[in-house]
């Protein structure tokens, strides 16, 4: 089975721009979380999908949006880009139907805001 | 809320010797209980999880992990430790804050382990 895929991989932006990033989920897995990593702050939740629904939600700014596709494909934005958004993006995958499924993280997408 | 710590940033431990990662966690009703590791530039790799029943729980690459409910731990153990096992290891327990029957992961901020030839 192929694993969870994160596009792109590396990502430059500038203040005040956005982002788009996407995952493609394990096949079969109706859940997508996303998670910011940082140097500082650690591994932090962002959202959760479920069945195209937000299921869960962390606690950042509504600048940071996501959704997700029929396809359990997921995608997440960011508009109004700040510096303090550089971070390694992960996209977990999980069956989703139990809290002790456990999830299997893409490689990331780093991204970079100059 | 939900909470997992991890006291140590760093744990050194020679090749061949056992190694035992900490983890705590604090919860309100039984937890789910989780280790994932990570490699330079990777995402995380799932180890080993507890659900119930036998508090020693074994896992990939020869890991395990033991569960105790008094102590409110979840500490990750190998007998014999590989050069290869350095990494960034995360303990994570499910949230049950959230709606419906899942919650979001909490993470602990992570131990990094050396291991030494």
């Known amino acids: 089975k192929a694993g969870v895929t994160q596009t792109p991989r590396y990502l430059i932006k500038t203040r005040g721009q956005q982002v788009t990033l996407s995952c493609s989920p394990i096949?079969?897995?109706?859940?997508v979380s996303w998670y910011q990593q940082t140097p500082g702050q650690g591994l932090q939740f962002l959202f959760e999908y479920f069945s195209e629904t937000q299921r869960n939600k962390g606690n950042f700014p509504g600048r940071f949006s996501g959704r997700q596709f029929s396809n359990s494909r997921s995608e997440m934005n960011v508009s109004t880009l700040e510096l303090g958004d550089s971070a390694l993006y992960l996209c977990?995958?999980?069956?989703?139907?139990?809290?002790?499924?456990?999830?299997?993280f893409g490689p990331g997408t780093r991204l970079t805001v100059l | 809320a939900q909470s997992v710590a991890q006291p140590e940033d760093q744990v050194n431990v020679a090749e061949g010797n056992p190694l035992t990662v900490k983890c705590t966690y604090s919860v309100s009703g039984n937890p789910y209980l989780f280790w994932y590791v990570q490699y330079p530039n990777r995402g995380l790799q799932f180890l080993l999880k507890y659900i119930t029943g036998d508090n020693l729980v074994k896992g990939s690459y020869g890991f395990e992990a033991e569960f105790n409910k008094s102590q409110t731990s979840f500490h990750l153990k190998k007998p014999s430790a590989l050069v290869s096992d350095s990494a960034l290891y995360f303990c994570?327990?499910?949230?049950?804050?959230?709606?419906?029957?899942?919650?979001?992961?909490?993470f602990g901020q992570g131990t990094t382990l050396q291991v030494k030839p």
């Open positions: 994570a327990v499910r949230d049950m804050g959230g709606s419906g029957n899942t919650g979001k992961l909490i």
């Open positions: 096949s079969g897995h109706r859940s």
């Open positions: 977990a995958s999980s069956l989703g139907d139990f809290d002790y499924n456990e999830q299997f």
